[in-house]
């Protein structure tokens, strides 16, 4: 049947009477018959214009679906009110399908002396249900028809079949059995296409496809082929093949189904089976399937706990040769029945076997000494404040082949007395130990009630391998009054007319005994001239590179702690920057003050390391002070540290001995501060030249002795390093001057103390004949400032 749908709509409108009523305002060929819209007419009532529309096939039979092999004809009927045809008007139309393929392309057409027009209906690349509109115009009127239609799923144009290596179809692959994918294509009259690109894919994530690409072109058959390799599981998957002839896609796929055989692990083979320290094994399996070797390669896992624990390794994973994997095991200090692991997985299942390799233990090679977790410690009822009285030593046992060796026998003992104890209580223990995994082994060193040096002895049971630890120190680790002393590295800086780096002042510590004080001691400081870092830790190291101008040792960033302060700036000692700046002091001197946390100074009498009654010791007030004015007593407004409970920071002793040596019973303080000050010079850089005698002479031939002294404006020595440089001129000749250069020198003054600035004897040579002459004296500082001084020598 088919399957048309007439749009009829009234041509000019109304139905009254009037010059235009019932009229249709046709082309040139219109009927004559039709009133004209543009004359003098009766009214007559208007009757509709007709649009029809159909879909026809190439015989022209009516139609409702097309497809690519298929297309179709939209007939377009036009006729007046009166059913007569109307020629010459044009149609146009439209589907909405977006992808169909209209002929004329534009999908307008003009109709006939019958009152027909026909445009081609070409399916796109959709599938569906669609309407196409058809539109005409007639005068003022617009006449319009629909129909629908359907366009059918395009017969694929690839086919895809699986085949085995023989060209046998199959559903199936294995890793022993591998497919072939092969995708014919074909036009829509059934003829082979070439140079088609075809693509495989499979919902088999781990299928491997060859090539990789999973991609061919088409031969001369119009057969394209990939092949078709299992993946790492079992299961039912879809291959599927893509391909584009022209603009329109098409595609096949098939299942298919992937299997493994059931695989299992022969026994280990070990050579040797008994493996010596530090040696080499070859570990072998066979992977096996149905009791054969299981040909295609697969990769072997090897393990151990030894393995695990870094005491052996083993080359793994290993690939299978016809069925057989071999790695090497290399000992590594194991020395124990090692379980060997091997395992291997095929889709998604994994099998393993063990077997067990002996390594013998290796025999100690070495032994050597790793560290001590502190070189200072205290005596024994002295510790607290951050010192402890005791260290842990740590050794290793190493094998020839440098691998650590566990379970040796190794025993201890101090190396003065070859016992485990020494004179004053100091004591060792445990006095043997068993090296654990990482060859290691230690033991405790207490202190005594003696300040000494020791070191400890290991040996290795049953051996003659023995070695000695670093040196301890016992001692108090608390610095006292009697043993704090500070030094500057230059006490006369360039630093009255410049902000800049003056000085290094570094501070030494020692405790009763005279040890240097432990690392970490801290020490604050403070000035009253220029600035000074706050504080520093003995045996703190600047880091590498640093240089006096921009690092401060022991007090940079990112400076890191030594364990000893022997390899530091110094024993005991830590150091800080000064730098000369505001406030200045006008005669240019400067006072430093360093402080820490220590003890009194004790004489001890009977020589039993212990204050007993009867000792003295120095009682030290709690208050401490820097001395800004030099007098050598507290003045008002100069700093003072401490209780100061008489307002005059002289708060007195407590008549008590304070320090770590004190008996027990004794309930005092164990710390106080301890103190010392520097005095420093902040020189002017422009110097002041005075000349004696003032009107030097000299006689021909002999010599002019002139006393020259060189001081800042304030009358300070000038900085250090300053050159003075001496000239003589007789006329316009040289005459000698000596010493004809002079560095001025650098000088540390106490605090109260002066500096005199230094006067040289210049002695000039006097020229064969009588004339006048000219010293000049010319003085340049270390920062660059030159001054020029002259006298007339008669």
């Not at 060209?167 to 296409?193: C, F, H, K, M, Y």
Request: charged share 10%.
């Amino acid at each position: 049947m088919a399957a048309v749908l007439a749009s009829l709509l009234t041509a000019c409108g109304g139905g009254g009477g009037g010059p235009s009523g019932g009229c249709v305002t046709l082309d040139a060929g219109r009927d004559p018959a039709l009133p004209s819209c543009g004359g003098t007419t009766s009214s007559t009532p208007s009757t509709a214009s007709t649009l029809a529309m159909a879909l026809t096939d190439a015989s022209g039979a009516a139609i409702t679906a097309i497809s690519q092999q298929r297309s179709g004809t939209l007939v377009l009927t036009l006729k007046d009110a009166r059913g007569v045809a109307v020629p010459n008007v044009t149609i146009t139309v439209t589907t909405t399908d977006k992808t169909a393929v209209l002929s004329p392309a534009a999908g307008s057409a003009l109709t006939d002396a019958s009152g027909v027009a026909k445009i081609g209906l070409n399916a796109g690349t959709q599938a569906g249900a669609f309407t196409a509109t058809a539109t005409a115009v007639l005068g003022t009127a617009s006449l319009t028809a629909q129909i629908s239609y359907a366009v059918s799923a395009p017969a694929s144009m690839v086919a895809l079949t699986l085949t085995d290596a023989a060209g046998a179809a199959t559903s199936a692959i294995s890793p022993e059995r591998s497919g072939t994918l092969n995708a014919t294509v074909r036009d829509n009259a059934g003829v082979p296409q070439q140079n088609v690109a075809v693509t495989f894919t499979s919902s088999d994530k781990t299928a491997v496809m060859d090539p990789p690409s999973g991609t061919a072109l088409t031969n001369a058959s119009g057969v394209a082929k990939v092949g078709l390799l299992a993946g790492t599981q079992a299961g039912a998957y879809t291959a599927q093949a893509a391909a584009n002839l022209g603009s329109v896609p098409s595609s096949a796929s098939l299942n298919y189904s992937v299997a493994f055989k059931v695989l299992t692990l022969s026994s280990m083979s070990m050579t040797p089976s008994t493996l010596s320290a530090g040696g080499n094994a070859s570990i072998t399996v066979t992977v096996l399937s149905d009791g054969t070797p299981y040909q295609p390669v697969l990769p072997v896992t090897f393990t151990s706990p030894c393995v695990s624990a870094g005491k052996a390794a083993i080359g793994s994973p290993v690939l299978t040769q016809n069925g057989v994997a071999t790695a090497s095991y290399s000992d590594r200090g194991c020395g124990v029945a090692d379980v060997i692991t091997a395992s291997v997985a095929l889709g998604g299942t994994t099998v393993t076997k063990t077997g067990i390799l002996t390594v013998l233990p290796a025999a100690a090679g070495s032994l050597k000494f790793i560290n001590a977790n502190s070189t200072n410690i205290s005596l024994k009822g002295t510790g607290g404040f951050g010192r402890q009285e005791f260290s842990t030593l740590t050794f290793q046992v190493m094998d020839v082949t440098g691998n650590p060796v566990s379970g040796k026998q190794i025993d201890f003992l101090f190396a003065d007395t070859t016992r485990t104890d020494t004179v004053g209580g100091l004591t060792l223990s445990p006095s043997s130990a068993t090296s654990a995994a990482d060859g290691t082994v230690t033991t405790l060193v207490t202190a005594g009630t003696i300040p000494t040096s020791v070191r400890v002895v290991a040996t290795v049971r049953g051996t003659t391998l023995t070695t000695l630890s670093n040196i301890l120190v016992i001692s108090t680790g608390v610095p006292d009054q009697a043993h704090i002393s500070l030094s500057s590295s230059t006490g006369n800086c360039e630093g009255r007319d410049f902000d800049q780096h003056c000085t290094f002042i570094t501070v030494a510590l020692g405790d009763h005994f005279g040890n240097p004080a432990p690392d970490g001691t801290a020490v604050n400081f403070t000035t009253n001239s220029g600035t000074i870092g706050a504080s520093c830790v003995t045996g703190s190291l600047p880091p590498p590179g640093a240089t006096p101008d921009n690092v401060v040792p022991g007090v940079s960033p990112g400076t890191s702690q030594t364990t000893n302060s022997r390899v530091g700036p110094g024993s005991g000692t830590c150091t800080v920057e000064l730098r000369s700046g505001a406030p200045r002091n006008p005669n240019g001197k400067v006072v430093v003050l360093a402080y820490a946390l220590g003890e009194e100074t004790l004489f001890d009498a009977n020589g039993n390391n212990v204050y007993d009654n009867g000792d003295s010791f120095t009682d030290l007030s709690p208050d401490i002070y820097r001395d800004d004015d030099e007098n050598h007593a507290w003045s008002p407004g100069e700093r003072c540290i401490g209780p100061n409970t008489n307002s005059r920071c002289s708060s007195p002793g407590d008549g008590v001995y304070n320090g770590v040596l004190r008996s027990p019973a004794t309930f005092s303080p164990q710390v106080q501060y301890i103190s010392a000050q520097l005095g420093e010079i902040f020189s002017g850089s422009n110097a002041n030249i005075v000349f004696s005698p003032a009107a030097p002479e000299c006689n021909a031939n002999l010599t002019a002795d002139i006393m020259v002294t060189v001081k800042d404006v304030v009358g300070n020595i000038m900085p250090a390093g300053t050159v003075v440089s001496m000239t003589a001129l007789f006329g316009a000749s040289g005459a000698p001057a000596s010493p004809s250069t002079i560095k001025i020198p650098n000088v540390v003054r106490p605090v109260g103390g002066n500096i005199i600035p230094p006067s040289y004897l210049i002695t000039v040579g006097c020229p064969t004949q009588t004339s006048k002459g000219k010293l000049t004296v010319t003085v340049v500082t270390p920062g660059g400032t030159t001054s020029i001084g002259n006298i007339t020598i008669n």
